[in-house]
């Protein structure tokens, strides 16, 4: 089902739940790192996930601009463990990449909406188009991967 994360009529509430999804890509990512084979992968969607990690530090921004709240570490380490969970089944890498590439889809559809969404000040959406971008980005290289796996 595609996600309804971005679509908040509440700006503080959208940056939260926009904060879980990408912590939970970043559990994802972390995952698939760990369990790559092809180094040249590997240091690409490391780069990737450092994208996530500057998502996350322009989310927790916009947070503490807008009194949203930022999840706890407890919270944290436990998505971070649901998004291993979630991977640790599939084999080999053409799966996970595709895995992958079918999260992207969420992360890509909750942008769009940020970006189409009246609830996000104008001041905020060019952090919102640069993450889009990024995650379009990202997609097409999974796609790309998983076809050459
Ligand atoms: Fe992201
Ligand atoms: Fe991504």
Partial sequence: MATTV???GDFATLIENMLSLERD????????IERLEDAG??????GFKADHERHVAEL???AREHDATIPDEGD???????GKVKLGG??????LLKAMSS???DTIAAYRHAVENDAVPASAKPVF???LSDERRHKAWMDEAAAAA
């Avoid at 992968?41 to 490391?46: F, G």
């Avoid at 944290?76 to 649901?82: R, Y």
Wanted: aromatic letters at 2%.
């Fill in 103 to 105: 999260k992207e889809d």
């Fill in 90 to 95: 599939l084999m080999g890498e053409g799966a």
């Fill in 129 to 131: 188009e640069a993450a």
């Fill in 76 to 82: 944290l380490k436990q998505m971070l463990t649901t």
């Fill in 41 to 46: 992968r590997k240091q690409t969607v490391a």
């Fill in 6 to 8: 971005g679509t908040s």
């Fill in 25 to 32: 890509a970043i559990a994802a990512y972390e995952a698939t």
């Fill in 60 to 62: 927790e921004r916009l």
